[in-house]
Structure formats: structure tokens, C-alpha cells
């Protein structure tokens, strides 16, 4: 349709056409020609627009990932967190079962000298005076 639009344009100049009617057929080539250049241009739009949205997908991607080690390195930490804890409390722990045993120790060498030994040094004298003195 274009060539024919073309020898339109030829036969009116040949004819001696009125400007107005050049500057319409012009403009009707112009129209026409217009969807080869828009295919053109929102090529370059779609184009650009899958760039930028790879670009943001891509950018989505590395901040899922870096939460993602983020979340590792947190977990990690708490874990250490915990078994300082862990070993702190088991110290803390054995440390008073520890005293416990020492007074409990304490206690019961106290309760040797105080209430056994006194028994047994008396039988032990009541049993020494009768092998030396016989009945």
C-alpha cells in the first residue's frame, strides 16, 4: 500500500495538486509508516522492561539469600549462645553440689567426733580396766 500511496504522491505532483493535499497524503504515509516504528519502540520497551525486571529479581534474589546466611549466622550464634550458657549453668551447679558435699562432709566428721567417738573411747576404757584386771 505504500508504493501505491508513493504514485498517488507522483500523480498529484505531476497534476499540479493544491499543498493541502500534499500535506495530507504526507501525512497519511507518516501514519502508516508509524506502526513499523512502534513495533520498533515497544520492542525496545519490552526489552528494557525484562532487563529491569531481572535486574529486580535478581536483586530480590541476593537479599532472600543474604537473610538466608543472615538467619544461619544468628542460629549459629545462639547455639554458641547456648552452650556457653549450658557450661556456665553446669559450673554454677557442680559448684554447689560440691559445697554441699563439703558441708555434708563438715557435718558428718562433726557428728563422728561428738556422738561416736565418746561411746567408743568409753567401751574401749570399760574393756581395757577388764583385760587388765581380771574378773
Known amino acids: 500500500m505504500d508504493q501505491e500511496l508513493q504514485k498517488l504522491i507522483r500523480q498529484l505532483q505531476d497534476e499540479k495538486c493544491p499543498p493541502t493535499v500534499l500535506d495530507r497524503v504526507a501525512q497519511r504515509i507518516s501514519r502508516e509508516r508509524t506502526p513499523a516504528r512502534s513495533l520498533r519502540s515497544s520492542l525496545a520497551w519490552a526489552v528494557s522492561i525484562a532487563c529491569l525486571v531481572s535486574a529486580v529479581a535478581l ?5 532472600r539469600r543474604e537473610a538466608q546466611l543472615l538467619a544461619a549466622e ?3 550464634a545462639q547455639a554458641r549462645a ?5 557450661v556456665q549453668q553446669t559450673h554454677e551447679a557442680f ?4 559445697q554441699a558435699l563439703i558441708r555434708a562432709a563438715a557435718h558428718t566428721e562433726n557428728a ?4 561416736a567417738v565418746p561411746p567408743l573411747r568409753n567401751s574401749f576404757e ?9 574378773i
Open 95 to 98: 559448684g554447689y553440689i560440691g
Open 59 to 63: 536483586w530480590q534474589w541476593q537479599a
Open 82 to 86: 547456648n552452650r556457653a550458657l549450658v
Open 112 to 115: 563422728l567426733s561428738k556422738q
Open 126 to 134: 570399760t574393756v581395757k580396766n577388764k583385760v587388765t584386771k581380771p
Open 74 to 76: 544468628l542460629a549459629a
